[in-house]
C-alpha cells in the first residue's frame, strides 16, 4: 500500500525558514508527479507545489513563488520543500501528495496523501 510521511513541520518565526521532507513507501514514485498542499485554519485546501518526475519540471502557487522551492530524490522516494520568508499566512497543516500526472496537477484529485505535518509562524 503506497504512503507518505510528512516530517518537518514546527513553530517559526516570521522570516525564517523551515523544510518539509515527505518520505514515499510501498512503491516507487520515481515515476509520480510529487507535491505539497496545505490547509490553514478554516479555509480550504490548496495547492502549494508540484515537481515532475521525468525532468524535474515544477510549479508554484502565486503565494508561494519565488519564497519556497520543491526537489526530490528518486532514489530515495522522497520529496522536500524548503520554505523560506514565511510569513504567518503560510501557518497551516502541509500535506505531501503524489498523483501519476502532472498536467493540470493543481486541479486533480490527487491519488496519494500523507497526513499532513503543522507549520505554524509567528508574527
Known amino acids: 500500500q503506497a504512503q507518505l510521511v510528512e516530517s518537518g513541520g514546527g513553530l517559526v518565526q516570521a522570516g525564517g525558514s523551515l523544510t518539509l521532507s515527505c518520505q514515499g513507501s510501498g512503491r516507487t514514485f520515481r515515476s509520480y508527479a510529487m507535491g505539497w498542499s496545505r490547509q490553514a485554519p478554516g479555509k480550504e485546501r490548496e495547492f502549494v507545489a508540484v515537481i515532475n518526475w521525468s525532468d524535474g519540471r515544477t510549479k508554484y502557487s502565486d503565494s508561494v513563488k519565488g519564497r519556497f522551492s520543491i526537489s526530490r530524490d528518486n532514489t530515495q522516494n522522497t520529496v522536500y520543500l524548503q520554505m523560506n520568508k514565511l510569513e504567518p499566512a503560510d501557518t497551516a497543516v502541509y500535506y505531501c501528495?503524489?498523483?501519476?500526472?502532472?498536467?493540470?496537477?493543481?486541479?486533480?484529485?490527487?491519488?496519494?496523501w500523507g497526513q499532513g505535518t503543522l507549520v505554524t509562524v509567528s508574527s
Open positions: 501528495n503524489a498523483d501519476r500526472y502532472y498536467v493540470d496537477y493543481e486541479k486533480r484529485y490527487l491519488e496519494v
